[in-house]
């Protein structure tokens, strides 16, 4: 079982560069996540889908875009990618409406450092 | 900001021992509290959950203790072993902040053999 599936699992960006990771998950949820995780931080969301079509900020979507390309795949995006935004970066899907369990089932994590 | 105070924020317990790690929140309007377990290199997995409306939740050795009037919740591990060496984090679903979770900072516990 894959569950969910992220890409890269570690990227070197030089500040300004773009690049997006993407997200899959094969449970047929409905809704998916993404979020960002430092030190000391705990996790923050950055944007979430409820669903195919529609996606919403979270907690700190500033420098971040996402698309929820299907019901399978939910991208995150960076357009000029900044040293702030070095972080490990997870996706998470869940089955019910956005946290209606609170479960979650996160990807293994994308490690992107930006110099 | 709505937040949830974790801590310790690093513990170390010896095999047998029982883990307590602690949690308070300030917001009254959150109504689903879960704790997630993260092994290093994986994403957090959800561990246990309590509801408000119930005082304490047990799954095997794991238990939550929640005092609502206090505002604080707490995570026990009884007979602790290796294999609970992980990094443990608190969440609030909050009502008012459209059911986002509210994360705490998290916590590295190690176990001693």
């Known amino acids: 079982n894959a569950g969910v599936t992220q890409t890269p699992k570690f990227q070197v960006l030089k500040t300004g560069q773009s690049m997006t990771l993407q997200c899959a998950q094969d449970m047929n949820h409905n809704s998916m996540y993404w979020y960002r995780q430092d030190p000391g931080m705990g996790l923050r969301l950055i944007y979430y889908?409820?669903?195919?079509?529609?996606?919403d900020k979270g907690e700190v979507p500033n420098g971040y875009n996402v698309s929820r390309l299907n019901k399978r795949e939910f991208s995150l995006r960076l357009e000029s990618a900044a040293p702030s935004q070095t972080s490990v970066y997870f996706c998470?899907?869940?089955?019910?409406?956005?946290?209606?369990?609170?479960?979650?089932?996160f990807g293994e994590g994308s490690r992107l450092t930006v110099l | 900001q709505q937040q949830v105070k974790q801590s310790p924020q690093s513990l170390i317990v010896q095999k047998g021992g029982i883990s307590i790690i602690n949690c308070a929140y300030e917001n009254t309007a959150f109504d689903y509290f879960p704790w997630y377990q993260q092994f290093p290199g994986k994403g957090p997995a959800l561990l246990i959950a309590i509801r408000p409306d119930v005082s304490e939740k047990k799954e095997g050795r794991f238990t939550i203790s929640f005092n609502k009037s206090a505002k604080q919740f707490s995570l026990h591990i009884m007979d602790s072993q290796p294999g609970d060496s992980a990094t443990y984090f608190c969440?609030?679903?909050?009502?008012?902040?459209?059911?986002?979770?509210?994360w705490g900072a998290g916590t590295k516990l190690i176990i001693k053999p």
């Open positions: 998470a899907s869940s089955s019910r409406d956005p946290f209606y369990t609170g479960e979650l089932f």
């Open positions: 889908s409820a669903s195919e079509g529609t996606t």
């Open positions: 969440a609030a679903r909050g009502l008012d902040s459209n059911y986002q979770l509210i």
